[in-house]
């Protein structure tokens, strides 16, 4: 990888000024260069244009004065092929009865038969319906059928797949391979049958090949096979090629490549005469490029090329470009010049405003005395751009300055809360109960577990010996997060423990809580709660929900909830009397509380864990002892929220009991 150079603004500036002086002179150049350049293809082009049509008229004067008198033989057969048929077809209507070669079918052949050996002519007649019954004079013209027709196809194939008229229709028969040529006239007698005359026409064709050669040979002589020069500088070449495109004029003596035009030049060139154009061919011959000219010559089937180097048609245009760009750079020289006076001026005060600056990272903005000071080496009195630049930068340093010493305040003040909140977190936790393995609480095994979405939490949960049968399970979520949550955490769990240790049932407990909230609650803050007593010799627990997520229960492979809403959550109606719930937990049975932290954990896709997410974990790790269930537990829930934001605060409380 290439890495460029950092530059200084003044380069910078430098080349800014150098691409913008160039541009405008690379782009002028760059279309002089192009016109010029169409221009002196378009001139010769004019030139070629010129020459080809000189020697198509060369073609012409030779051709009309050779091939005005075998035009003349050739009517002469076309009226001697018209008539022939027309006796025929006389002969063929004689009597209408007879019709179908039965009558007159005599004087027909004896017509065929004397054509064929007084005028030189050859006919026959094929049927189309059964070419068996076909008849000809000859066996030996049987092979007309396979000869070609201009169109491509062979005759026999032509015959078929056409059709006739009376009276009949001139074509043109050939025989590539015994280098023959005929011409036919072709007559329907009826639906099927059809008339053929023709006549060779070889003596024609040798006779215009005859005046080909002669014109081939006669440029051969006139024209010079190094062209003819225009200017002093630029020389026209002519070729004469061939139907197959081989070079046949001039003939070349010093070893130059000949001339040769492939299949897809020659069918562009035959396609552009049929639209009456010439066509610009582009192509390179001994290494040099050349601008070409073809003219398709039709009657004699050959090709006028008129051919320039490209070398030689940009030699003076580039000699005028070279002359231009040698006066841009002159143009762009003293733009320099004066671009660097003038750039120079600018950047002086430019430089000392970046010094300057510089020295911002070594300055102690907490230091005003040092900041003053250093703001009075920028000159803000001037007048123009850089005036503009040091007073920003003068009031950059000062509120930067004012901004540090701020921050520095805020921070201290930041520390100071977070020591304060890790000091509330510490009495949260500490509120919490810490022995749920104390044997006070035998047979039951107990966890809980809680984890804030903020530094503290809403979320409660205690456990209680009340005697020694009797043990109370707390479990709440205030409204809010945070602080606020948390005092109002801490009121509730106070209101709680005093309310059981002085033996108050659940709904009795509820009742209370209730009350107090609604008379000290002057944010209108409430508490989801499920308050309940566990007999541990009975089974026995009766309970008071309170708004509250129903806890589970699971015996063996049976998970169910603990059905009964008490009321309302405690805080929002004064007055409300909650109802008590009572049931019987068999023994082996897991009762899992929670709180809506878990049911609506979201993940990512704001999908929610829920409730039948938790009946099927609480199944599935049933064997897992408590502690070792709430710590599973959580991970699922962890795992289940992804790198999604926690919500809500998260609360379990597992309680098994046992046999």
Not at 29 to 55: D, R
Not at 168 to 179: A, E, I, R, S
Not at 187 to 195: E, F, G, K, N
């Amino acid at each position: 990888m290439i890495r460029i150079p950092a530059l200084s603004f003044k380069s910078r500036l430098l080349c800014l000024i150098l691409v913008f002086a160039m541009l405008p002179i690379l782009v002028v150049v760059a279309v002089l260069y192009y016109i010029q350049t169409e221009a002196s293809f378009e001139k010769n082009h004019f030139y070629q244009t010129s020459n080809n049509i000189m020697f198509s008229e060369i073609f012409d004067s030779y051709y009309y004065r050779n091939v005005v008198a075998d035009l003349v033989i050739l009517n002469g057969r076309r009226e001697k092929l018209r008539l022939m048929s027309k006796a025929i077809m006389d002969a063929y209507k004689l009597d209408d009865k007879t019709s179908g070669m039965i009558g007159s079918s005599s004087i027909i052949r004896s017509i065929m038969f004397e054509s064929t050996r007084e005028a030189g002519l050859m006919s026959f007649i094929f049927d189309k319906a059964n070419p068996n019954d076909s008849y000809f004079v000859k066996a030996d013209f049987r092979r007309l059928l396979k000869y070609k027709t201009i169109l491509g196809d062979d005759l026999g194939t032509y015959i078929r797949q056409r059709q006739f008229h009376n009276p009949g229709t001139f074509h043109v028969l050939t025989d590539v391979k015994n280098n023959e040529v005929f011409l036919l006239n072709i007559t329907a007698m009826d639906s099927h049958r059809i008339l053929v005359v023709c006549e060779s026409q070889n003596d024609l064709r040798d006779s215009f090949v005859y005046v080909k050669n002669q014109i081939i040979e006669s440029l051969n002589n006139v024209m010079q096979s190094e062209g003819r020069h225009l200017t002093s500088q630029k020389t026209l070449l002519t070729f004469i090629a061939d139907n197959d495109g081989k070079h046949v004029a001039p003939k070349n003596h010093d070893g130059r490549e000949p001339l040769y035009l492939d299949d897809d030049i020659r069918q562009k060139v035959q396609d552009m005469f049929n639209q009456k154009h010439n066509i610009r061919y582009d192509h390179r011959l001994n290494d040099i490029d050349y601008q070409m000219l073809i003219t398709y010559y039709n009657q004699m089937g050959l090709h006028i090329v008129s051919a320039t180097p490209v070398k030689e048609i940009l030699s003076a245009q580039r000699k005028e470009t070279n002359k231009f760009i040698m006066i841009a750079c002159g143009v762009v020289f003293f733009a320099i010049l004066i671009a660097l006076v003038l750039v120079s001026d600018l950047v002086k005060p430019l430089t000392v405003v970046s010094g300057n600056t510089k020295d911002i990272a070594k300055l102690d903005l907490r230091d005003i005395v040092s900041v003053r000071r250093f703001i009075n080496r920028f000159d803000i009195k001037r007048n123009d751009e850089v005036g503009e630049i040091s007073s920003a930068i003068a009031k950059m340093t000062t509120n930067l300055s004012s901004n540090i010493c701020n921050l520095l305040e805020t921070q201290d003040r930041q520390r100071k809360i977070e020591g304060e909140l890790n000091t509330a977190k510490d009495i949260q936790l500490g509120i919490l109960p810490d022995n749920l393995d104390s044997p006070a609480f035998a047979p039951l095994r107990i966890n809980g577990t809680m984890i804030p979405a903020k530094e503290v939490g809403g979320d409660l949960y205690d456990v209680m010996e009340l005697d020694d049968d009797n043990v109370a399970f707390i479990i709440g979520d205030v409204s809010d997060k945070g602080v606020p949550a948390a005092l109002f955490m801490v009121m509730t769990v106070t209101i709680v423990r005093e309310c059981f240790s002085l033996k108050m049932s659940s709904a009795a407990v509820m009742n209370e809580v209730n009350k107090v909230l609604c008379r000290h609650n002057p944010n209108m803050m409430f508490v989801t709660l499920f308050l309940a007593i566990l007999n541990r010799k009975t089974g026995e627990l009766t309970y008071a929900n309170g708004g509250h997520c129903q806890p589970v229960l699971c015996h063996g492979k049976k998970v169910g909830v603990i059905d009964g809403l008490s009321g309302p959550a405690p805080g929002v109606v004064p007055d409300f009397e909650y109802k008590e719930f009572k049931c019987f937990i068999e023994k082996n049975t897991r009762i899992f509380m929670y709180t809506d932290g878990v049911s609506e954990a979201q993940n990512e896709e704001k999908d929610l864990f829920g409730e039948n997410r938790i009946n099927f974990c609480v199944n599935n790790l049933s064997s897992l002892d408590v502690k070792t269930f709430s710590a599973v537990m959580m991970n699922q829930i962890l795992s289940y929220r992804g790198n999604a934001p926690q919500s809500d605060d998260i609360t379990l409380l597992v309680i098994d009991y046992p046999e």
